[in-house]
């Protein structure tokens, strides 16, 4: 029997719930169908168990709250582990970076079998429609014509078609073309319980004390061309459980892990600590993949149908955004049904503006990352390059974000090419650190690192600012970064200055017009937040039709 419906989502993973869930959330009259496994039951490796801000606050506006609260470990943040004596693997005295007082809207660190099963459960309450099965056959509409898909024992058209079938790509690689860099990525990981404490076993030193539980934070020890992370979980029972991996560049890591006996192999050599913690535990099991990183060319059309979250691109996990990434893109698709059936459809370069920009949000992060694994084992450089880029993220990102610029087709034509136009002060402080690092010499103590500029200084807690404050929350980002570039010239005796000079004016230029000029444009006067969440009695972000008076 064939049947007409207005958005089809082949995928059942957490990328397809997640789209399913917020548009039957936000569109309450749209017919939503879920073709694939049934949730919990696709073969698949689990990946994005660490949220960060939009994600988070994503479910939130879903009304999951409560269930994350109650059943998933806190996250308190990322922290950054780098061993003062790289060399030396008996050496155990590692500088913590991370932030030293909680962040105002704190993450969870998701067991994912669960919390995917909940999600589909509230998926079906909001009434998606599961339909168990395979694609076996589809056509894409062209102008606005439907789109079709069959398989056996069930025939769908639809006005608008999602592709969430992750490294599958099962529509994408019909109607679009994918590449491959040529600076690759792999990853091994595996899950572990029963394990010996980690931090105690090493030598920590920091700026000043953390005021929450650090172990409670996902945890990156940087290395030779790699990175290893540690994600706390809890299990069914509630029991704790460790994600672990290590993802590496291979054209600069000098190894190939495939089992957990090469994984403990490396760490032995690297980080002892971690070799002693991971022999004394229990894997559970074990996931790799193998220079995995891949982009669409196009993610959205006119036409209606949209390739989201890993059927988009993949992307190294090195700061937990890729359920972020993917909540944004949910949200875009969101506003560009909402408008077309609000009689007002977004054109072919709104549209292509709304991808664009989400392409170039993931193409800078990506690009930094891909150049990091090059110096991730020089403790200082390491550094800056992190304090570098979550200045952005606190400052500019989640500020915009939140108040609605990325789903505004007219905003994201400006932010695009703002954000492209930041590339070249960013590589110029990329040599900054490097010209720092060496001026301040390969023997390094906590004291090189107090020296900088002060990480909480860097960042912005309140991100979730009102509309009419974000002229001013926006241009502190030029202006940190250029205190963070006067602060490493200092440190160098200024022989630096004539190169860096130019971004610096340009840094001090933006900040200036940011607060003055920015936010008149016309481009930008049409922007709304879209997420209804307001402080509950406890602080933390709830739907409106949540929080108690």
């Given at each position: 029997?064939?049947?007409?419906?207005?958005?089809?989502?082949?995928?059942?993973?957490?990328?397809?719930?997640?789209?399913?869930?917020?548009?039957?959330?936000?569109?309450?009259?749209?017919?939503?169908?879920?073709?694939?496994?049934?949730?919990?039951e696709e073969r698949r490796p689990i990946v994005g168990e660490s949220l960060v801000e939009p994600a988070v606050l994503f479910f939130r506006e879903l009304g999951l709250g409560p269930y994350l609260d109650e059943r998933h470990e806190i996250k308190y943040?990322?922290?950054?582990?780098?061993?003062?004596?790289?060399?030396?693997?008996?050496?155990?005295?590692?500088?913590?970076?991370?932030?030293?007082?909680?962040?105002?809207?704190?993450?969870?660190?998701?067991?994912?079998?669960?919390?995917?099963?909940?999600?589909?459960?509230?998926a079906a309450s909001r009434g998606v429609r599961f339909v168990e099965g395979r694609v076996r056959d589809f056509t894409v509409g062209e102008d606005n014509a439907q789109h079709t898909v069959r398989g056996e024992g069930f025939s769908f058209s639809s006005r608008w078609l999602v592709d969430t079938t992750g490294r599958k790509r099962i529509i994408g690689r019909t109607v679009t073309k994918y590449e491959r860099p040529e600076l690759q990525r792999s990853a091994f990981w595996f899950r572990i319980r029963g394990f010996d404490p980690l931090l105690p076993t090493l030598q920590l030193s920091e700026r000043r004390p953390v005021d929450y539980p650090l172990w409670k934070s996902t945890h990156h020890?940087?290395?030779?061309?790699?990175?290893?992370?540690?994600?706390?979980?809890?299990?069914?029972?509630?029991?704790?459980?460790?994600?672990?991996?290590?993802?590496?560049?291979?054209?600069?890591?000098p190894a190939d892990i495939r089992s957990i006996d090469d994984f403990v192999r490396w760490a032995d050599a690297e980080h002892p600590a971690i070799a002693d913690m991971v022999r004394s535990g229990e894997v559970l099991d074990t996931q790799r993949y193998r220079n995995y990183l891949y982009r669409a060319e196009q993610i959205y059309?006119?036409?209606?149908?949209?390739?989201?979250?890993?059927?988009?691109?993949?992307?190294?996990?090195?700061?937990s955004t890729g359920l972020s990434m993917t909540a944004i893109q949910?949200?875009?698709?969101?506003?560009?049904?909402?408008?077309?059936?609000?009689?007002?459809?977004?054109?072919?370069?709104?549209?292509?503006?709304?991808?664009?920009?989400?392409?170039?949000?993931?193409?800078?992060?990506?690009?930094?990352?891909?150049?990091?694994?090059?110096?991730?084992?020089?403790?200082?450089?390491?550094?800056?390059?992190?304090?570098?880029?979550?200045?952005?993220?606190?400052?500019?990102?989640?500020?915009?974000?939140?108040n609605g610029y990325f789903v505004d087709p007219d905003a994201a034509v400006v932010l695009k090419r703002m954000f492209e136009a930041s590339?070249?002060?960013?590589?110029?402080?990329?040599?900054?650190?490097?010209?720092?690092?060496?001026?301040?010499?390969?023997?390094?103590?906590?004291?090189?690192?107090?020296?900088?500029?002060d990480f909480d200084w860097l960042i912005n807690r309140s991100f979730d600012c009102a509309?009419?404050?974000?002229?001013?929350?926006?241009?502190?980002?030029?202006?940190?970064?250029?205190?963070?570039?006067?602060?490493?010239?200092?440190?160098?005796?200024?022989?630096?200055?004539?190169?860096?000079?130019?971004?610096?004016?340009?840094?001090?230029?933006?900040?200036?017009?940011?607060?003055?000029?920015?936010?008149r444009l016309p481009a930008l006067q049409g922007a709304r937040r879209h997420l209804t969440l307001q402080p509950g009695p406890d602080g933390t972000l709830q739907p409106a039709d949540t929080v108690l008076p």
């Amino acid at each position: 029997m064939h049947e007409n419906v207005d958005v089809v989502v082949v995928g059942s993973s957490i990328s397809g719930l997640m789209t399913a869930a917020w548009l039957k959330t936000k569109i309450e009259t749209l017919s939503v169908v879920v073709i694939g496994p049934p949730v919990g039951e696709e073969r698949r490796p689990i990946v994005g168990e660490s949220l960060v801000e939009p994600a988070v606050l994503f479910f939130r506006e879903l009304g999951l709250g409560p269930y994350l609260d109650e059943r998933h470990e806190i996250k308190y943040g990322l922290t950054f582990y780098h061993k003062l004596s790289p060399r030396d693997p008996f050496d155990r005295r590692y500088t913590v970076h991370a932030p030293s007082e909680k962040l105002h809207h704190l993450s969870r660190q998701l067991h994912r079998p669960a919390f995917d099963c909940e999600l589909a459960r509230l998926a079906a309450s909001r009434g998606v429609r599961f339909v168990e099965g395979r694609v076996r056959d589809f056509t894409v509409g062209e102008d606005n014509a439907q789109h079709t898909v069959r398989g056996e024992g069930f025939s769908f058209s639809s006005r608008w078609l999602v592709d969430t079938t992750g490294r599958k790509r099962i529509i994408g690689r019909t109607v679009t073309k994918y590449e491959r860099p040529e600076l690759q990525r792999s990853a091994f990981w595996f899950r572990i319980r029963g394990f010996d404490p980690l931090l105690p076993t090493l030598q920590l030193s920091e700026r000043r004390p953390v005021d929450y539980p650090l172990w409670k934070s996902t945890h990156h020890f940087m290395g030779q061309g790699n990175w290893i992370w540690g994600i706390p979980l809890k299990d069914d029972s509630g029991e704790p459980v460790l994600s672990m991996g290590i993802t590496w560049r291979p054209d600069v890591f000098p190894a190939d892990i495939r089992s957990i006996d090469d994984f403990v192999r490396w760490a032995d050599a690297e980080h002892p600590a971690i070799a002693d913690m991971v022999r004394s535990g229990e894997v559970l099991d074990t996931q790799r993949y193998r220079n995995y990183l891949y982009r669409a060319e196009q993610i959205y059309s006119p036409d209606g149908w949209f390739l989201i979250g890993d059927a988009a691109r993949s992307v190294d996990p090195l700061y937990s955004t890729g359920l972020s990434m993917t909540a944004i893109q949910v949200e875009q698709v969101g506003e560009l049904i909402r408008r077309e059936l609000a009689g007002a459809p977004v054109p072919a370069d709104g549209v292509a503006a709304l991808g664009g920009l989400w392409m170039t949000l993931a193409d800078i992060r990506q690009d930094d990352i891909t150049d990091q694994y090059k110096t991730m084992d020089q403790p200082l450089q390491a550094c800056l390059r992190r304090y570098w880029n979550l200045c952005a993220w606190f400052n500019a990102l989640l500020p915009l974000w939140f108040n609605g610029y990325f789903v505004d087709p007219d905003a994201a034509v400006v932010l695009k090419r703002m954000f492209e136009a930041s590339r070249p002060g960013s590589r110029a402080a990329w040599r900054l650190f490097g010209q720092a690092a060496a001026a301040a010499g390969p023997e390094l103590e906590q004291a090189d690192f107090d020296r900088l500029v002060d990480f909480d200084w860097l960042i912005n807690r309140s991100f979730d600012c009102a509309p009419e404050h974000l002229p001013r929350t926006i241009s502190r980002l030029p202006w940190k970064r250029a205190c963070l570039r006067w602060n490493l010239l200092s440190m160098s005796g200024w022989q630096h200055l004539p190169g860096q000079a130019p971004h610096l004016l340009r840094e001090l230029g933006t900040a200036a017009l940011s607060r003055t000029l920015l936010f008149r444009l016309p481009a930008l006067q049409g922007a709304r937040r879209h997420l209804t969440l307001q402080p509950g009695p406890d602080g933390t972000l709830q739907p409106a039709d949540t929080v108690l008076p």
